[in-house]
């Protein structure tokens, strides 16, 4: 009797796990690149987000409630994913097109980082034209924070996104945490209220500048 295994079991055995393995990856992919297993954002209130604590980062340092930057004239704000993201440089630099027309409107364009790395922040600025605060307690990126690990490298959106920021000559680094998703809000002036919520589905995913003008616009300005 022959004790050696069957040539031909071994090798139908070999293709079964090759197949479960391909038939898993392909799953994967599917399941990546559906919404459904997403995390949802849970929308913030105004009072959340007028009692977030931000740093700001000039020569003069003070600690103070968010709800002062838009208390007279409301604000578009920008929750940075990571600063020295190439993708987040891409959106910074379309927000800040907008800088005219919201100069025209009375509307001051700001953004916010949650952590501060080397000269990251500097090096960001050149993309944005607005004043820029820490955020270290990760407040605009609630009240449900949400991220996007390694999956997100498995959809073809994130791709698409990649190579649009490539093609427009954006470069960046990989220094810092880039798996918390950001935003950008429109906030009305006192007590108006939050006009504009875009939350980033996935890496890349940009607001719609139209949507941030038509809510600007909306925003009225309250008397001194």
């Known amino acids: 009797m022959s004790f050696l295994p069957d040539l031909g079991i071994f090798t139908m055995g070999m293709w079964s796990i090759g197949l479960g393995a391909l038939g898993a990856a392909v799953t994967g992919i599917v399941i990546a690149n559906t919404d459904l ?28 409630k968010a709800g002062e930057l838009w208390k007279k004239n409301g604000a578009v704000i920008m929750a940075v994913r990571r600063p020295g993201c190439f993708l987040c440089r891409e959106e910074a630099s379309e927000l800040s097109s907008l800088k005219p ?10 953004a916010v980082v949650k952590e501060k790395i080397g000269t990251e922040v500097e090096d960001f600025q050149p993309y944005f034209k607005g004043e820029i605060f820490l955020d270290e307690k990760k407040g605009f990126y609630g009240p449900r924070r949400r991220k996007m690990m390694v999956s ?18 954006y470069s960046g680094n990989l220094e810092g945490e880039g798996f918390t998703l950001g935003g950008v809000y429109v ?12 939350r980033e589905k996935e890496f ?19 008397a001194s």
């Open 101 to 110: 027309q919201l100069s025209k409107l009375g509307v001051p364009l700001y």
């Open 187 to 198: 906030i009305g002036a006192g007590r108006q209220g939050v006009l504009l919520e875009h």
């Open 152 to 169: 997100g490298f498995f959809r073809y959106g994130v791709w698409q996104n990649f190579f649009r920021a490539w093609k427009s000559g």
């Open 37 to 64: 297993f997403l995390s949802k954002p849970e929308n913030a209130t105004l009072e959340f987000l007028e009692e977030i604590e931000l740093k700001s980062l000039g020569s003069e340092q003070r600690t103070f």
């Open 204 to 222: 890349g995913d940009k607001v719609n500048l139209p949507s941030v003008l038509e809510a600007a616009e909306k925003i009225k300005p309250q």
